[in-house]
């Protein structure tokens, strides 16, 4: 009975192993060659999908190291002339500063200097211009003396006599339009008795030729 029994346990076992190998081969995907090439295609897809942006990867990525580069050398140039700034900076500061302040301390002098001397310079040009403006006059003066010169005596005579504007002195105007004034009188004197004179003869009826001839 016992044999019995072990052998039917062995025959279930064997059944269900059986039973478990024809469900693991139901369950294993058949690959047909359709879905082969499908996951091929979507696969080879994701693969260039990938390349592209690796490749785009990459170009960002070098842009971005030659923007860096850029920047580092701007930089570099950058911290240089603040280096050369700072050099001479100091260079001034210890050679060109001192030159100046001495300069500024050495023109000080002399403007005190200046300011002293500045009333003597001021009254000098004060002296300057007096005789700048005599000799001005007196080249004036000498100019309308040489015109007055060049002028015909007629016209010196009426400029002296009818106006006020003859370079000569009152005297010689007084005495001038005193002699036109004796002379004018004269004129007229003798124009009068001249007149009178011939108002006379025509009264009396006298002819002046038969008169002359007389």
Known sequence: MSSVSTQGESNRHSG????????ERAQTPSWEPRNLCVALESASRRAALQERQIKDLEAKLALDLS?????????????????????????ASRNTVPD????????LVVLAELEEQLPEVGSQIRDIRKVYD????KARDL???LEWLNTPVSQRLRTIIFT??????????VAVRTVFALIFCACMWIAWITLRG?????????VWGERLMS
Request: zero cysteines; hydrophobic letters at 30%; aromatic letters at 2%.
């Open 16 to 23: 269900s192993s059986d039973l478990s190998s024809s469900q």
């Open 67 to 91: 923007n860096s580069r850029a920047i580092e050398n701007l930089l570099q140039d950058v911290v240089t002339s603040i280096h050369h700034t700072s050099e001479r900076a100091r260079f």
């Open 100 to 107: 100046i302040e001495t300069h500024l301390d050495q023109d």
């Open 134 to 137: 005599r000799g001005r006059d």
């Open 143 to 145: 100019m309308a003396s």
């Open 164 to 173: 006020s504007n003859a370079p000569v002195s009152k005297k010689w105007k």
């Open 198 to 206: 011939a108002v006379r003869a025509h009264r009396q009826r006298l």
